[in-house]
T-cell receptor
Framework: DAGVIQSPRHEVTEMGQEVTLRCKPISGHNSLFWYRQTMMRGLELLIYFNNNVPIDDSGMPEDRFSAKMPNASFSTLKIQPSEPRDSAVYFC?????????????FGEGSRLTVL | DAKTTQPNSMESNEEEPVHLPCNHSTISGTDYIHWYRQLPSQGPEYVIHGLTSNVNNRMASLAIAEDRKSSTLILHRATLRDAAVYYCILRDGEAQKLVFGQGTRLTINP
């Protein structure tokens, strides 16, 4: 299995631009998670989906952030407009059906720099 | 989410055992204890988890105190590749999300 695939691996953009991060979960996994990691705040859970449905988006910082999962094999995290404080590494993770004990599999992350 | 407390950093030598402690005094009966680690420039990866009994797998062992208020991740023979940030996380049996704390940064000396 190829694991969780994220793109782009690195993105540098200017303040005010739209940013779209993409994630392909492991085939057969039914839960998908988006995390953000910064030196100051560590790993923060932004949102997660079960069976393509958003379950908890309480970690989404503000209305500039949105996430979608149109099908079981694809999710996007969009920031519009982007700001310098959004600079971070964004991780996507997926999990199979064993909710209580199933491990999360993380992608390699998308490093975002907003100038 | 119930809180865990870990030392900020630890240091050990290559080929020696490492014991990483985690305190979770407010753990509830349905909380599972999970450990993940994050190698430099990578996403976190699962290490081990348990509920009440000690657990072993190919990566590590998890020793859980009888009252469940603390646990210890044991790396039996550390290698340089084990240098990482180790996260101890409690997850309620009903909850689906993992909330990461600050973790312990483990340094392995050659």
């Amino acid at each position: 299995d190829a694991g969780v695939i994220q793109s782009p691996r690195h993105e540098v953009t200017e303040m005010g631009q739209e940013v779209t991060l993409r994630c392909k979960p492991i085939s057969g996994h039914n839960s998908l998670f988006w995390y953000r990691q910064t030196m100051m705040r560590g790993l923060e859970l932004l949102i997660y989906f079960n069976n393509n449905v958003p379950i908890d988006d309480s970690g989404m910082p503000e209305d500039r952030f949105s996430a979608k999962m149109p099908n079981a094999s694809f999710s996007t995290l969009k920031i519009q407009p982007s700001e310098p404080r959004d600079s971070a590494v964004y991780f996507c993770a997926s999990r199979g059906l064993a909710v209580n004990t199933g491990e999360l599999f993380f992608g390699e992350g998308s490093r975002l720099t907003v100038l | 989410d119930a809180k865990t407390t870990q030392p900020n950093s630890m240091e050990s030598n290559e080929e020696e055992p490492v014991h990483l402690p985690c305190n979770h005094s407010t753990i509830s009966g349905t909380d599972y204890i999970h450990w993940y680690r994050q190698l430099p420039s990578q996403g976190p990866e699962y290490v081990i988890h348990g509920l009440t009994s000690n657990v072993n797998n190919r990566m590590a062992s998890l020793a859980i105190a009888e009252d469940r208020k603390s646990s210890t991740l044991i790396l039996h023979r550390a290698t340089l590749r084990d240098a990482a940030v180790y996260y101890c996380i409690l997850r309620d049996g009903e909850a689906q999300k993992l909330v990461f704390g600050q973790g312990t940064r483990l340094t392995i000396n050659p």
